[in-house]
Structures are given as structure tokens and as C-alpha cells.
């Protein structure tokens, strides 16, 4: 016997499936474009292959060229700290802190074992405990928590140890102490970068056959890696000084290259090779494979506009919110803090569309610890 209320219990049943599966669907976002099978159809050997040949390869050289070059004028200052070997080292320290921008996101593989951005770049430094270290003549570099070394300490030695180059001078000239440390941190540096490039030598080519998408493999560990470094240009460059993170309450002097006031010159560089990175550009300028094409052959879009091009514009207003900010940037976080402040928010946007959109649609997980959230 067929139930009187059947048809309705049918076709009640039929618009609760189909209700549900509305609202399924709407729970995924409208805005991307995914495939079924993320990017595990996507050749990515080609890519892997620009990285590392390309781009990897040839920035770790090119940085281990001009630091050579800062070592030499460097051992020629303290040996003789005249201050026509100052003006020299300062040059060649400069452009090799400018360099550090387009290499500090190889932390992974080779890097990853000489604590690479901790080696080379742990700022703000701790002044009071390199002065010390100086006069107890402790030279220990080994600690990847310390902030008593690399790139920030000549900043400090040859910018801060005096308001004038006469000091300076008369600082290494009177307290040998000072050459012997300086020396020791040139060192230390030299012989991880060395260890790095001649380990990436062999790690290149299981870099290049790695070719999965899981935890560990290298497009995994590039995605990771392009991401915690451009959370460290928002929040450590940009952020932290600017009062964001700190109710307001600016912090000039935890600015990156304080002494010598690059800290806005480093960020841009930073920024723009990022974007490099992203679109998979080579050294010598010209295009190469990047994340850029891997998104746009799996159609990824954002708000109906193409993902990648979503994160290229990005970076762009990134790079002219950082070019108005006025002055050097630890002047600026109190004279200017508007424009500071507007480059940080720009820069936090970024954070989303590179840590959570791209990620999700070429199904990569991200593993790296970040103690700071992304709303920082």
C-alpha cells in the first residue's frame, strides 16, 4: 500500500539533498578555481630546475662573490684602520647587505644546517652583549639564538661604536680587541656561506628530483620558505619598529641596519625578491618558470581575477608604500608613521594570499613554526 504523504516525503527528501548540497558547495570559495587533483598532474621538473640553476645557484654565488669582497676590504681596515679603509668597507658591507635580501630565503636543504638567517642576520643586536663579548674576548658564534654576530654587528662597528668616523677609527686604533671580533664574525660568516654553496653543489640535484607536493619535498619546502621569509620583511622590518605590534609604542632602534640607516633600501630589496621568486625570474633579469605559471595553468583566481596576478599587484603596492615612507625608516616610525603604517597593512595582506590562497590551491601544506600569528 503506497503512503498517502509519500510524494511529499519525496519530494521533501529531494530539497533537503539538494539544500545540503548547496550549501556544500557554497562553503567552498567561490573566488578560486581548483582541480581535482591540486598541481599532482603538474609537471613541475621544470620549475624545480629554474630554482635551483637559476635562480638559487647563482644568488648564493653572486652573494659569495661581493661577501669575498667585504671580507678583503674588511681584513684591509683592520689591519690598518685608516679611514679611507673604512669609506671602503662600509661600501662593500653595504651592497653585501643589500645582496643578504635575495638569498635569505634559502633556509631549507643546505641552509637549514648552518642556521642560515640566524647566522647572517639576527637583528636587532644586542649591543651591550657584544661589548662585553669584546672585553672578555669571547667570540662564540654557534648559537643560532644569540644576536651577537653576522651582518648586524657591522652595522653596528662600523656606524655606531661613535657618533663620528674619528671615533670609530680611534675605537679599532686604541682597543685591537675590536679588529679581532670583527674579524672572527667576517669568518664565521664566510665559512657557513662557503658550506652552503658548496653543499648546494650536491643537494641540487635531489632538490630537482624531488618532485612531490608533501611535507619535505621541494616545492614544499620553496612555498614554505618564500613565506616565513616575507613574514620576516612584514613583522620584523616593518612591523615591530612601526608600534603595530606593540600597542603603538614605536621601536626605532629594532629597525634592520639601524646604524647605518639602509633599513628602507633592505626592505625594498627584500620585497622585490620575493616577487622575483615568485614569478621564478633568473638572475640576469629574464623569465623563468616560477609559482607564478603554476597558478595560472590550474586557473587559480581570487575575487574572479587571477591569483597570480592578484599577488604580483600586490607586491607592486607593497614596493610604493615602502618607497613614500619618508627619511630612514627609524626616523619615519614616529615623523611619518602614517605611511609606515600603511605599508605594513599592505604587507599583510600579501600574508593571506601567499600563506593561505596559494597554498590551498596547489594543495601544500604549511609546516614551518611561526610563534607570531598572521594578524600580527
Known amino acids: 500500500m503506497t503512503h498517502p504523504h509519500l510524494p511529499k516525503y519525496r519530494l521533501l527528501a529531494a530539497f533537503c539533498v539538494l539544500t545540503i548540497v548547496g550549501f556544500l558547495t557554497s562553503c567552498k570559495d567561490d573566488n578560486q578555481k581548483f582541480t581535482p587533483s591540486c598541481i599532482s598532474e603538474y609537471d613541475i621538473s621544470p620549475l624545480l630546475l629554474n630554482y635551483s640553476d637559476e635562480i638559487v645557484i647563482p644568488r648564493l654565488e653572486s652573494f659569495d662573490n661581493q661577501f669575498d669582497k667585504c671580507l678583503k676590504q674588511g681584513v684591509n681596515f683592520i689591519d690598518n684602520p685608516q679611514l679611507t679603509n673604512l669609506t671602503q668597507f662600509r661600501e662593500e658591507y653595504i651592497v653585501v647587505y643589500k645582496l643578504w635580501q635575495t638569498v635569505s630565503t634559502f633556509t631549507f636543504g643546505p641552509g637549514e644546517d648552518v642556521f642560515w638567517v640566524n647566522s647572517f642576520n639576527n637583528f636587532p643586536l644586542n649591543e651591550s652583549r657584544v661589548l ?49 671580533y ?46 616565513k621569509d616575507y613574514e620576516n620583511i612584514k613583522r620584523n622590518k616593518i612591523g615591530i619598529p612601526s608600534g603595530v605590534l606593540s600597542l ?63 599577488i604580483i599587484n600586490q607586491y607592486d603596492i607593497a614596493l610604493e608604500k615602502v618607497d613614500a615612507i619618508q627619511e630612514t625608516l627609524h626616523e619615519s616610525v614616529d615623523e611619518d608613521k602614517e605611511n609606515v603604517i600603511k605599508a605594513y597593512n599592505v604587507l599583510s595582506e600579501q600574508v593571506i594570499y601567499l600563506k593561505s590562497d596559494m597554498p590551498s590551491v596547489m594543495c601544500i601544506p604549511i609546516t614551518y613554526v611561526d610563534n607570531p600569528s598572521d594578524s600580527d
Open 132 to 180: 662585553l663579548d669584546v672585553q672578555e674576548s669571547k667570540m662564540n658564534f654557534s648559537s643560532p639564538e644569540d644576536y651577537n654576530k653576522g651582518l648586524p654587528l657591522l652595522d653596528f662597528f662600523l656606524y655606531g661604536l661613535s657618533a663620528s668616523d674619528e671615533g670609530i677609527l680611534d675605537s679599532f686604533k686604541t682597543n685591537s680587541a675590536f679588529g679581532i
Open 182 to 227: 670583527t674579524k672572527a664574525v667576517l669568518d664565521d660568516m664566510d665559512k657557513k656561506l662557503d658550506d652552503v654553496l658548496e653543499n648546494w653543489q650536491s643537494y641540487a640535484n635531489q632538490f630537482k628530483q624531488n618532485t612531490g607536493t608533501t611535507d619535505g619535498q621541494s616545492i614544499n619546502l620553496l612555498v614554505n620558505a618564500l613565506n
Open 248 to 310: 603603538g609604542f614605536t621601536n626605532p632602534r629594532e629597525v634592520e641596519s639601524y646604524h647605518s640607516g639602509q633599513s628602507l633600501e633592505l626592505a625594498k630589496t627584500a620585497i622585490q625578491s620575493s616577487k622575483d621568486l615568485f614569478l621564478g625570474t633568473k638572475l640576469d633579469g629574464t623569465d623563468g618558470e616560477g609559482l607564478e605559471e603554476v597558478l595560472r595553468s590550474i586557473g587559480a583566481n581570487k575575487n574572479g581575477i587571477s591569483l597570480a596576478d592578484v
